[in-house]
T-cell receptor
């Protein structure tokens, strides 16, 4: 597609349930990022992919969080046994990944997660 | 690890006033620097970037930013703001040679007509 697509746009779940968030990056973008934005806070880095591999997953808050990417395309962020503190907007961004454009991120609209 | 500090969390200006938003980063090596903007109801988008060369960079809609290496700063400026500049502005840093991009907490700008 023309831009980064995320789904679902809104998700309300009960504490303890698992959720899966999906990101479709811009075609041809090799780098893909996940960020979390809690209410009133900045963007918190979670993980990034270069191709299929994740060189930096240092931002994942706990082992309840995992992410994968298939091909140089779709990525899913999975949160197991959700907690109320997981409530946030989860943002996905993709980047061409080429030298000279590192850090140029194209963001999706985000997935708003509410854990009751 | 790198970090980004934005000093003003909420700024209110009248139209035609001048704007300067502060951004400082902590990283000793070569960096790429960015300002991103999120207009109400829209997704984050790139406003301007600095990779190398002229430390004064110009972006869209009349915005500019100056990289001062000695101060580890990358402040955003606009001589005369408009109501349509109402948005949240994020400073971001990317260490040269790495892909990770770290964002500041953001500054909400409200421009009053």
């Amino acid at each position: 597609g023309a831009g980064v697509s995320q789904s679902p746009s809104n998700k309300v779940t009960e504490k303890g349930k698992d959720v899966e968030l999906r990101c479709d990056p811009i075609s041809g973008h090799t780098a893909l990022y996940w960020y979390r934005q809690r209410l009133g806070q900045g963007l918190e880095f979670l993980i990034y992919f270069q191709g299929n591999s994740a060189p930096d997953k240092s931002g994942l808050p706990s082992d309840r969080f995992s992410a994968e990417r298939t091909g140089e395309s779709v990525s899913t962020l999975t949160i197991q046994r959700t907690q109320q503190e997981d409530s946030a907007v989860y943002l996905c961004a993709s980047s061409p990944g080429e030298a000279g454009r590192t850090g140029e991120l194209f963001f999706g609209e985000g997935s708003r997660l509410t854990v009751l | 690890a790198q970090s980004v500090s934005q000093h003003n969390h909420h700024v209110i200006l009248s139209e035609a006033a001048s704007l300067e938003l502060g951004c400082n980063y902590s990283y000793g090596g070569t960096v790429n620097l960015f300002w991103y903007v999120q207009y109400p109801g829209q997704h984050l988008q790139l406003l301007l970037k600095y990779f190398s060369g002229d430390p004064l960079v110009k972006g869209i809609k009349g915005f500019e930013a100056e990289f001062i290496k000695s101060k580890f700063s990358f402040n955003l400026r606009k001589p005369s703001v408009q109501w349509s500049d109402t948005a949240e502005y994020f400073c971001a840093v990317n260490p040269g040679g790495y892909q990770k991009v770290t964002f500041g907490i953001g500054t909400k700008l409200q421009v009053i007509p």
